[in-house]
Protein backbone atom coordinates (compact mmCIF):
# COMPACT_ATOMS: atom_id res chain seq x y z
CA UNK A 1 0.00 0.00 0.00
CA UNK A 2 -0.66 2.28 -1.34
CA UNK A 3 -2.31 2.09 -4.43
CA UNK A 4 -1.92 3.96 -6.39
CA UNK A 5 1.87 5.14 -5.05
CA UNK A 6 4.01 7.86 -5.15
CA UNK A 7 7.56 7.92 -3.80
CA UNK A 8 7.19 4.20 -2.16
CA UNK A 9 5.14 1.03 -1.57
CA UNK A 10 4.71 -0.23 2.00
CA UNK A 11 4.39 -4.19 3.35
CA UNK A 12 1.65 -4.63 6.04
CA UNK A 13 4.49 -7.63 7.06
CA UNK A 14 8.18 -7.19 7.67
CA UNK A 15 9.58 -8.38 4.22
CA UNK A 16 13.15 -7.87 5.31
CA UNK A 17 15.63 -10.13 3.67
CA UNK A 18 13.27 -10.96 0.61
CA UNK A 19 13.46 -10.54 -2.64
CA UNK A 20 11.44 -8.35 -4.59
CA UNK A 21 10.57 -7.46 -8.37
CA UNK A 22 8.89 -4.86 -10.38
CA UNK A 23 7.83 -5.52 -13.85
CA UNK A 24 5.97 -3.44 -16.05
CA UNK A 25 2.67 -4.44 -17.31
CA UNK A 26 4.11 -5.25 -20.96
CA UNK A 27 6.68 -7.60 -18.63
CA UNK A 28 9.76 -5.80 -18.53
CA UNK A 29 11.58 -6.33 -15.52
CA UNK A 30 12.31 -2.08 -13.97
CA UNK A 31 13.49 -3.55 -10.44
CA UNK A 32 14.95 -6.09 -8.81
CA UNK A 33 16.35 -5.39 -4.77
CA UNK A 34 16.76 -7.11 -1.72
CA UNK A 35 13.90 -5.43 0.65
CA UNK A 36 15.83 -4.05 3.67
CA UNK A 37 12.53 -2.36 5.41
CA UNK A 38 9.32 -2.77 4.98
CA UNK A 39 8.82 -0.20 2.33
CA UNK A 40 10.78 -0.23 -1.03
CA UNK A 41 11.35 3.13 -3.08
CA UNK A 42 9.39 3.50 -6.62
CA UNK A 43 9.57 7.44 -7.06
CA UNK A 44 11.93 6.66 -10.16
CA UNK A 45 9.41 4.57 -12.26
CA UNK A 46 7.20 6.19 -14.82
CA UNK A 47 3.67 6.50 -14.59
CA UNK A 48 1.49 3.41 -15.19
CA UNK A 49 0.78 -0.21 -13.89
CA UNK A 50 2.86 -2.61 -12.06
CA UNK A 51 3.68 -5.88 -11.16
CA UNK A 52 5.25 -6.46 -7.69
CA UNK A 53 6.73 -9.96 -6.75
CA UNK A 54 8.04 -10.72 -3.92
CA UNK A 55 9.85 -13.91 -3.32
CA UNK A 56 9.96 -15.03 0.69
CA UNK A 57 11.89 -18.16 2.13
CA UNK A 58 7.83 -19.38 2.45
CA UNK A 59 6.61 -18.89 -1.00
CA UNK A 60 5.64 -15.83 -2.86
CA UNK A 61 3.07 -13.17 -3.89
CA UNK A 62 2.46 -10.78 -6.80
CA UNK A 63 0.23 -8.00 -6.96
CA UNK A 64 -0.60 -4.91 -9.29
CA UNK A 65 -0.22 -1.46 -8.24
CA UNK A 66 -0.24 1.60 -9.77
CA UNK A 67 2.62 4.54 -10.14
CA UNK A 68 1.34 7.80 -10.09
Known amino acids: YPNPANDFLFFSKNMAGSNIFIHS ?8 NLIDS ?4 V ?16 G ?9
Open 25 to 32: ISGKKKLA
Open 38 to 41: NKIY
Open 43 to 58: GDLEVGMYIVQVLTTN
Open 60 to 68: SMSQSFVRK
